[in-house]
């Protein structure tokens, strides 16, 4: 039970900071029972291309929105990542939207 409990407080860490790091993003759903976030990117952002460069150029992985019935969003998972390497993480998708969103 106590490792259990200790999972679930680990998982609002990263939550926050995923959640913090999306904020530049126009609309944001999920991280209230899932233990993921969708992002809307910007009209006209193609969200694979968008996935790729998040990887190529600030070595995060997201899930593109079209893989999961939403084109134009992506998905990003808070739940595989010990806390302190969520935020890491969280820091360069941030960079990485703020920067990538004003390119496209």
Known sequence: RDWVLEQVRSLE???KVILEAMEPLEEIIGGNGAMYVMGKLPNGVDDQDFASSLVEKYGVAVIPGSFCGYPGWIRVCYSN????????????LKEGILKLTSTF
């Open 13 to 15: 860490v990263g939550r």
């Open 81 to 92: 990542l010990p806390p302190d390497d969520c935020k890491l993480a969280a820091a360069r």
